[in-house]
């Protein structure tokens, strides 16, 4: 079945629960609750990705990280840690990371590869072009399933040159990170077309692009808790499709779906 990866942002900025899980022990009870709910494991970053934010340095990210890896892993909640810097991944994997979830897929820190073989941790390789502040301006495709079908078969061609065994390996098409929303429908939708059979995360929850997709009058489609029910709806089509791991804001609701993907096709391959 389709795992649920909950999201954890340790961050001031981060554009859709701005602050609120700032402060540590907060943090901590957001995680307990996202396994509470059902997610199979927390995904804590300390570094907003969305676009234009600003970088912060390694050692605050750490700061904001390694404390709510700790106090999660001792409370038996698998984590992952969100994060470009390969000190970030080796301390987070200290304290008890399991995945290390890279949004660069290792392009933005020269040593990640080579941490990430040491640790002998699963990577989430996500197709990634740019910084955030930089990322819009790069977001042209001629044929965007190939594209990203290619550039992530170069990290994972870089990856397994470093040392890291291929079948830990998890790609993600990078929902939103350098793609207009048009681009971000057929990735979706043709999985296997660039995944390579390798096993996907998707990350949709909540995105611009799902906003444009819900747009109409009476809907406020620009708030990204509007679009929880499209986040759902994603959900549905990844597990159907065989995803390996959504990652989402609401645990509860995506495992809901991903239980009732689950009976029907229980339900087709018993009454074939
Ligand atoms: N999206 C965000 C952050 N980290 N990691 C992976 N693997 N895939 C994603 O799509 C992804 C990510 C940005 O969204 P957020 O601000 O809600 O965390």
Known sequence: MTLVMGILNVTPDSFSDGGRYAELDAA???????????????????E???????????????????PVIRALTEAGVATSIDTMNASTARAA??????????????????AMAGTVADLACEFVAMHWRAHSTEMDGLDTYEDVVREVGAELQARVDALVAAG?????????????????????????????????????LVGASRKRF???????????????AAREAATTAVTTLAAASGAWAVRVHDARAAVDAIRVVSAWENAARTEG
């Open 28 to 46: 901590i009870a957001r995680g307990l609750q996202l396994a509470r709910d059902g997610a199979d494991l927390v995904d804590v970053g300390g």
């Open 48 to 66: 907003s990705t969305r676009p234009g934010a600003a970088r912060v340095s390694p050692e605050e990210e750490r700061r904001r990280v390694v």
């Open 93 to 110: 994997v200290e304290a008890g990371a399991g995945i290390v979830n890279d949004v660069s897929g290792g392009l933005a820190d020269r």
């Open 164 to 200: 890291v065994a291929e079948q830990r390996i998890v790609l993600d098409p990078g929902l939103g990170f350098s793609k207009v929303t048009e681009s971000n429908w057929p990735l979706l939708a043709r999985m296997p077309d660039w995944a390579g059979g390798r096993r996907v």
């Open 210 to 224: 799902l906003g444009a997709a819900i747009a109409r009058p009476g809907v406020d489609a620009a708030d990204p």
